[in-house]
């Protein structure tokens, strides 16, 4: 199929998707890690949830919420609410409750579709929850007059309010098609495409992604919501899954741009990135464009669209030639969609000039039905000018001598920072909300880095110092994390115009400038010196290597940053200690040594960077399996008889074996791929064995068992796992007992996970042939375990490449000045 392929009198999405669907037949809708959904079986699976939701009695004019993650499962119950006749209204599980649950009272929804255990953690509850795990081989009954039309709604995204009231966008059926027959033309597309799923269904990006897939019979590709934000992870899913049509806000591009050239440009499959959401990096383009030269095969075409939620995700497109990324507009975004018209006016509503600044207005079949249950701004911002309905944007633009258009930002109180559009008004009826806050007023702020930061000036409403670390927990606990702000400034008064309101043109003045002054850094753990020589350039850093408990309290108790690895703790007291703290930077794989609660709670930032030591842990895991497993012939004889000759044993394989591996997250599944790649029987021991989980395994053919079952069984028994209570000593002295005699112990957990003492007399007694450890418990307290000549350790950075220092460490560092910025920062906490 071919856009120009798309029917022309398709009346809603469900008939486009049947359509396609009984073309396409068992060509994959929906695939990736592993999965893969056809089209005629994905049609069939959707119609079985719009049977159900029939059977409650829901259809045309309902509206049902989605509180889904990211996966294969998502698309068709979207499909399947749509098929019902019904409109959706995707709910993102990340939200705060109170937010989630004014969203559902405020749409009136008639039931929500998800997990009822997510649904009830939401305080989402109280709705009918219609579980979406179906039976895939149930056949679905007829649908009576379930069929949506082209006036019919197809969802309602909500977005940031003016008035600090979130508000509701109805988006008809009739709207996304027009959308898909005017645009998807100016695209080579076809049914060879893969394109990735990248978007929350909270973000309207989405509904393009999805549609412009289906709508040419391509393939969609769910990007699970922890590979999204590990770059690594992600570009290793383009290459895999030879994604051709990537979606992207520039923000998240940023990271996966400078992943592309750390990683030397690996060859991809890609023919289109396409940016929406906010203004494009013009320079971040002409980076990976650069760097994709050196490629096989040709670059992918780059492509600009601006838009907005009411008229449908996109209004304009622009493919960004040399001459344009060479160019001195800071944000072109091309012409208007042939659908669409897009006039500048000025506040008297007259039409400007070319090449003068006005307000861009919209019309055309793009344009939605309004916000839903808010008639009043309805009336404001969809207006009938000219006899002609047209969406009042709020965005600035001037019109360029070759036709197209520059974007220059909004010109009221709405901003948009890192693809999210944000009412300030809504930050500040936020704030006001908070028991210590008399008055408060948001704006943006530009650092002399450049980065916009979201500032609050606050009036507190009594007199002593503004507790800045409540006021954030309130904002994190009531709003969205895009609302935010990420400094904070107590002011005695708020600046007033003649006429009684918020003079905003002075609250510039008032805010100091963000970046001005150095952070202060505590590094507790050995990081790339290159790294720390970088962060005392920008920072006032202080060292201290894993002090004692009670030197810690004292230290962190200044400190603005926590650069740590392992070997430190920051549990809930020492948080507290630390007043002033903003950012814990984990540069590790897991951040199991952190109380994360006790962080959010304190209002500080925490991130983890994972992507490139996650590997580089489970490849030293794999070294250590080596290593130990050259005792595997002989261990069982030459235990038994005293004897332990290291050299005889050189070069025995693990192949045949069994591992053991007790741990299934980020690093145990690189290892499990590891010893399989080995030739290894993998069995697992996992905490929550998950429906989807016990799936995943099955499909990879690792056996899933149980501790009393593995440890007996198992050559090789591998721990990664983190240290919780339930993870506190998990192999003692019963544990060890259970093992083979000839098996060998591999520990990559930090923490007291192992009993070491109990390790030892096991090891010394012969009752377990040998162990690899990387880095013992508890590092500057003697240990016996360096007696034994059968145990190997390793210190965890000192077994990582040069090469992975190096790049953890200048991710560190760039990952800790965005964090201070108030930027999103890829981690996987």
């Known amino acids: 199929m071919q856009p120009s392929d798309l029917p022309a009198d398709a009346r809603s999405l469900p008939e486009l998707f049947a359509r396609v669907a009984a073309v396409r037949g068992d060509a994959p809708a929906v695939a990736g890690g592993g999965e893969q959904l056809g089209y005629a079986e994905l049609d069939r699976r959707a119609g079985a949830v719009a049977a159900r939701l029939t059977a409650a009695g829901l259809g045309r004019g309902d509206l049902v919420g989605v509180l889904l993650e990211r996966s294969h499962r998502a698309p068709a119950w979207i499909l399947g609410v749509l098929k019902s006749g019904a409109a959706y209204v995707p709910l993102d599980p990340s939200y705060p409750a109170d937010r989630l649950r004014f969203m559902a009272g405020d749409a009136g929804l008639a039931a929500l579709v998800g997990d009822p255990d997510r649904a009830a953690a ?27 039309g082209p006036d019919d709604p197809a969802y309602v995204i909500y977005t940031s309010g003016s008035t600090g009231v979130p508000k509701g966008c109805v988006v008809t059926h009739g709207n996304v098609l027009e959308l898909l027959r005017a645009t998807l033309p100016l695209f080579e597309l076809g049914t060879g495409d893969r394109w990735t799923l990248f978007h929350s269904a909270s973000f309207d990006f989405a509904v393009w992604e999805l549609w412009g897939a289906w709508a040419t019979g391509a393939t969609a590709v769910p990007v699970p919501a922890a590979t999204a934000q590990a770059p690594e992870d992600f570009l290793r899913l383009l290459v895999e899954e030879r994604i051709t049509v990537l979606n992207q806000v520039p923000s998240a591009f940023r990271h996966l741009a400078r992943e592309y050239a750390d990683s030397g440009a690996p060859a991809t499959a890609l023919r289109y990135v396409v940016f929406g959401g906010e203004s494009v990096d013009l320079d971040v383009v002409r980076g990976f464009l650069a760097a994709a030269a050196a490629a096989p095969g040709p670059a992918p075409v780059m492509v600009n669209m601006y838009g907005i939620t009411e008229i449908t995700v996109h209004a304009t497109h622009l493919v960004l030639t040399p001459e344009q990324l060479a160019g001195r507009t800071a944000s072109p975004i091309g012409r208007p969609l042939p659908h669409l018209a897009i006039e500048l006016r000025d506040d008297a509503l007259r039409l400007v000039p070319d090449g003068e600044t006005g307000e861009m207005w919209v019309a055309g079949s793009g344009v939605a039905d309004g916000y839903l249950n808010r008639p009043e701004l309805t009336a404001e911002r969809f207006r009938v000018l000219d006899s002609r309905r047209m969406y009042r944007t709020g965005d600035l633009a001037r019109r360029l001598p070759d036709g197209g258009l520059a974007y220059l930002g909004r010109n009221d109180q709405q901003v948009k920072l890192r693809g999210h559009r944000v009412e300030l008004g809504e930050v500040e009826a936020g704030l006001r909300a908070a028991p210590q806050v008399r008055d408060a007023a948001a704006l943006v702020v530009r650092d002399g880095a450049g980065n916009e930061l979201l500032t609050a000036l606050v009036v507190p409403a009594g007199p002593g110092a503004l507790d800045v670390a409540a006021l954030r927990r309130h904002a994190r606990a009531t709003m969205p994390a895009q609302l935010v702000p990420n400094r904070f400034h107590p002011v005695d008064e708020l600046p007033l115009t003649s006429s009684g309101k918020l003079d905003r043109k002075v ?11 150095r952070a202060r850094v505590l590094v507790l753990d050995p990081i790339d010196p290159g790294a720390l020589d970088e962060l005392r350039r920008r920072h006032d850093v202080t060292v201290a290597l894993r002090p004692p408990v009670e030197d810690l309290l004292r230290l962190v108790r200044d400190q603005e940053v926590i650069v740590l690895r392992s070997g430190v703790r920051l549990d809930a007291p020492v948080i507290a200690a630390a007043e002033r703290l903003r950012v814990i930077a984990r540069a590790g794989s897991g951040i199991d040594n952190i109380d994360v609660e006790a962080a959010r709670a304190a209002g500080a930032t925490v991130f983890n960077i994972p992507a490139v030591s996650a590997p580089a842990v489970a490849e030293l895991a794999l070294g250590l399996m080596l290593t130990v497993g050259r005792h595997l012939a002989l261990a069982d004889r030459q235990v038994r008889s005293g004897i332990w000759n290291k050299a005889a044993l050189s070069g025995v394989e693990l192949g045949g074996k069994t591992l053991g591996l007790i741990g299934y997250g980020r690093i145990g599944s690189r290892i499990a791929a ?28 690792y056996e899933l068992a149980p501790l009393k079952t593995l440890l007996p069984a198992s050559d090789v028994v591998c721990l990664a796992v983190p240290l919780t209570d339930r993870t506190h000593h998990l192999i003692d002295a019963a544990a060890l007992a259970a093992m083979k005699p000839t098996s060998l112990l591999v520990n990559v957990s930090r923490g007291l996970v192992v009993d070491e003492d109990a390790l030892y007399e096991a090891l010394a007694e012969g009752r377990i042939a040998g162990a690899g450890l990387d880095v013992v418990a508890e590092e500057g307290r003697p240990n016996r375990l360096h007696e034994l000549d059968n145990v190997v350790i390793t210190p965890h950075i000192g077994a990582m490449s040069v090469d992975s220092q190096v790049r953890i460490g200048r991710i560190l560092v760039d990952s800790v000045a965005a964090a201070l910025a108030g930027q999103e920062v890829p981690n996987q906490c």
């Open 122 to 148: 939401c305080g989402l509850d109280a709705l009918p929850v219609i579980d979406p795990v179906i039976d895939p081989v149930a056949a679905a009954p007829a649908l009576d007059g379930a069929a949506p």
């Open 507 to 517: 609250l510039a003045e008032l805010a100091p400038r963000a970046g001005a002054r």
């Open 674 to 701: 590891l010893g399989r790649a080995l030739g290894m029987r993998v069995l697992v021991d996992v905490a929550r064995p998950d429906a989807d989980r016990r799936h995943e395994l099955e499909r990879l053919d």
